[in-house]
């Protein structure tokens, strides 16, 4: 996989710290974003862009800056954020902040790195069969599931405005995956949810952008 750059957005930790392993044990570049870097992202052979909230306006123009001349071949939009809002407590500043962050950032982020993209490169968001109104039976999660419908419609739009453009893009439910996110309670580890990314990035072309999967390979309802 040499002379293959992968962007990945909240790298230092859970599945953003095991793609970028993964994606630079496979010979990749991998330039990884994050905030701070954890012992671990250090450890890897990635290039690190820290100072980076995703959500902060001048986010795109910060990890461009640092990327320089460099192009892009895959872009995972992976940094994201829960709160668990229930019908007696949904503070609209956590709901806003989900929104920035899981919503927001992705759509932004992904077009200011426009200029990076390699023709024929791809792009993954990583969102949540949550964010599916049809898979909705326990109510609940306000902020987190509206903000991941909200990734999903700019997932597809830009599946369709990036068609000319050779660039095709993935929506990607991770699976209930042990991260800090739910107090590693998940069904499966972090190392093995990007395995699986990897292959549903692996196996994305034009033919199926704008599809919502789930890392196993499951086409998810809307």
């Not at 990076?116 to 609940?140: E, F, P, Y």
């Not at 998940?186 to 033919?207: F, K």
Request: hydrophobic share 40%.
């Amino acid at each position: 996989m040499s002379q293959f750059n992968v962007v990945i957005t909240g790298a230092n930790r859970g599945i953003g710290l095991q793609l970028a392993k993964q994606y630079a044990e496979a010979g990749a570049k991998v330039f990884a974003t994050c905030r701070q870097p954890s012992a671990e992202l250090e450890s890897t052979n990635a290039t690190i862009i820290t100072d980076i909230d995703v959500a902060a306006a001048d986010a795109a123009s910060k990890i461009s800056q640092a990327l320089g001349d460099e192009k892009i071949d895959l872009l995972i939009n992976n940094a994201g954020i829960l709160t668990r809002e229930t019908l007696d407590d949904a503070p609209a500043t956590d709901i806003q902040q989900q929104f920035n962050v899981n919503a927001l950032a992705p759509l932004m982020i992904t077009v200011g790195l426009l200029p990076h993209l390699n023709q024929d490169a791809k792009v993954a968001m990583i969102t949540s069969r949550m964010g599916s109104l049809t898979d909705n039976g326990s109510g609940g999660y306000y902020g987190y599931r509206m903000s991941k419908a909200a990734l999903n419609a700019a997932g597809v739009s830009l599946a369709r405005d990036l068609k000319d453009s050779g660039i095709a893009v993935a929506l990607l439910h991770p699976g209930y995956v042990q991260t800090d996110m739910v107090n590693n309670t998940g069904d499966i580890t972090a190392a093995e949810s990007a395995q699986r990314l990897r292959q549903r990035i692996d196996q994305l072309t034009m033919a199926n952008s704008g599809t919502f999967w789930h890392s196993n390979g499951e086409v998810l309802p809307w």
